[in-house]
């Protein structure tokens, strides 16, 4: 089973989360690695990664893709495998990854958050793909959630081994400005597409269908941008 991980600009906790990753009880099959801020040279994973550096592949879109794109592109890079998704300000303890292996099995999604998470092929199938025009991120997960609700299919919280997660790493390099408008944006979206009012942690959802069935022109699951790059 492959690691997942986009990145954007934490390159030195991307770092410590391929090291865990390697110390782990139980080591990932490969690694994909998209690179939305184009600044992680491949010979510091050659370096990092060792003689296990043929399992890994770096991609550098050329663009910030945002999360939804980037998990997107996972998706369509194993297609019919499962696939565990990790942010890179994570650091795996000893058998984190073993244990999100075997949790995964158990059910079609499984994660702590959407900063480390499992999801199978057959959630893929009966959920879909993420929706891009969430960008960079914020809500994409909200989003997924009402849909995996909607599909019948519950999001599980294993118990995993200790890990560590460095929250809002990438918000805190980036500055609150950009981050809080594009947020705000998101939100919006999200109220619209859901005729929803978010209660807490627990959104309220009033439409049955994204757009209560009647989405606006041009509307699409996944940006014309992401196909083929």
Known sequence: MKLCVPTLCRYDLLDELLKSAERGSLT???YIIIDNGNGYPR????ALLGERSFV???IA???NLGVAASWNRFLDLT???TLIVSNDDVALGQHTFR?????????PFVGHGWFLFAQTPECTERVGYYDENFWPGYYEDSDYQVRLHRAGIERREPQLDGYVHHQSA????LGEDWIRERRALNRQYFLQ?????MLGQDPLHLFKEPFNGSPPPGWRLRSPLSKGT
Do not use: F, H, M, Y
Not at 170 to 173: F, L, N
């Open 170 to 173: 990438t918000t805190g390099q």
């Open 79 to 81: 297609k019919g495998e």
């Open 99 to 107: 244990d999100l292996v075997v949790a995964s099995g158990r059910s």
């Open 43 to 46: 010979k510091r994973l050659n």
């Open 56 to 58: 890994a592949e770096l």
């Open 193 to 197: 597409k859901w005729n929803g009012l």
């Open 61 to 63: 879109p050329g663009r």
């Open 28 to 30: 990932p099959d490969g």
